[in-house]
C-alpha cells in the first residue's frame, strides 16, 4: 500500500464565504461504520414516482451531484494516484507478527497481500484481520504460543474458526473509470480497493497501489469546484447514523470495545463520552495494531484512557461537525485536511452521530442518480 501520497489534484478551491463550523481536537479518526439508509425514489401501484427538487438550493445540489458523478465516470482510478508513490506487499507466507511491525514501522494500517506460490493477488490485510486475531486469542487463551507462529495465510482458519465471513476479494483495473471503483467499494463495504493489472508478458497480475474512500474524496474536493454547489445541511439529507450509537467511558476495559463494540457491531470507530455525553475522544480499529505491536497482548486489558496514550505524536485531530453544516464545507475540510469521519455533536460537544467517509461516498454516487436521463 501506498504510504498515504496525497491526491493528484490540480490547484486550490476558493474559500467558502459560508465557513463549516468543523473543529480539529487532539486525536484522529479513521474506520468504518455502516452506511445509513437513503431515501430513494419509490413507486406506489401505478408508476414510479420520483422526488424532484423544489427550489433553488434542491437544484443547485442536484446540479453539483450531477458533476462529481459526471466527474468520477471521466477520470480513472489511476489519475487518483500520486506522480511517484511506494507501494508495500505483504507475502501470505509472512509471519503476521512481522506484518504487524512493518505496518507500524512504514505508519500504514493496510497492505495488499501477494500469493507467491501462484503469482496472484490474494486479498487485502487490513485491522480487521488483526482484530481477529485479538478475539481468538481472547476465546482460545491456551493457544497463545501459536499466535505468534501464525502467517498471514491462517488468517483465513482463524475466520472460520470464530466464524466470521471472509471479506470479499475485491479489486479495480486502474485505466477504468473511477465511477466503477467507488461502485465496488459500496457494495463490498470496502473501506479502500486495490488496483490491478495484468502483465501482458508474462499475463501475470500486478498490484499496481490502493485508494481509499478518502483518497477519493479528496480527489473530488482538490478538482471539481461544484462540491461548492453542496449547500444542504446535514440535517437535510438524512447523511449518517444518529440512533443507536456505541460508546466507551476512558475507563472502559480496551477488550470490552474491541469485543463487544467494535466486533459485535461491525464498526470500527467508538466515541469515547463522559458522564455528560460530551465526547472526549474516539477509540478506532487502528489503535488496536497500536497496542498489540510486538505481540505484547496482555495491554489488551489496559483501559481506554491508557491505550490513547500509546498513539503516535504525529496523529491529526479528531474532527467535529454539528446537523447544521453544510456539505461543501464538509468537503472543504476534506480538501484540507486528513480526515476520515466527523463526529456530529450538539452546542456544548455532547454526541449526537457520525458522518462516516462511506456515507459521503454513497451519498454522492446514489442520490437523485434516478432521475439523471
Known sequence: ?????????????????????????????????????YLRPYSNSNAARTVKPVNAIDREQAEGLRAIRAFLKVRTSYDVLPLSYRLITFDTALLVKKSLNTLIQNGIVSAPLWDSKTSTFAGMLTTSDYINVVQYYWQNSDAFKQIDQFRLNSLRDVEKALGVVPIETISAHPHKPLYEACRRMLISRARRIPLVDVDHET????????????????????????????????????????????????????????????????????????????????????????????????DLNLSVGEALLKRPEDFAGMYCCTINDRLDTIFDTLRKSRVHRFVVVDDENRLKGILTLSDILQYILLEGEGDEP
Open 1 to 37: 500500500m501506498s504510504a498515504d501520497p496525497g491526491p493528484n489534484g490540480t490547484g486550490r478551491m476558493t474559500e467558502h464565504a459560508h465557513e463549516a463550523r468543523i473543529r480539529s481536537a487532539s486525536i484522529p479518526i479513521r474506520g468504518f461504520v455502516q452506511p445509513s439508509t
Open 203 to 298: 499475463n501475470r497480475q500486478i498490484v499496481v497501489s490502493v485508494i481509499t474512500q478518502y483518497r477519493i474524496l479528496k480527489f473530488v474536493a482538490v478538482n471539481v469546484t461544484e462540491t461548492q454547489m453542496l449547500r444542504k445541511p446535514l440535517r437535510d439529507l438524512n447523511l449518517g447514523t444518529y440512533k443507536n450509537l456505541a460508546t466507551a467511558k476512558m475507563d472502559t476495559p480496551v477488550i470490552e470495545v474491541i469485543i463487544n463494540m467494535l466486533v459485535k457491531k461491525s464498526i470500527s470507530s467508538v466515541p469515547i463520552v463522559d458522564d455528560d455525553g460530551v465526547v472526549l475522544n474516539v477509540f478506532e480499529a487502528v489503535d488496536v495494531i497500536t497496542i498489540i505491536k510486538g505481540g505484547v497482548y496482555d
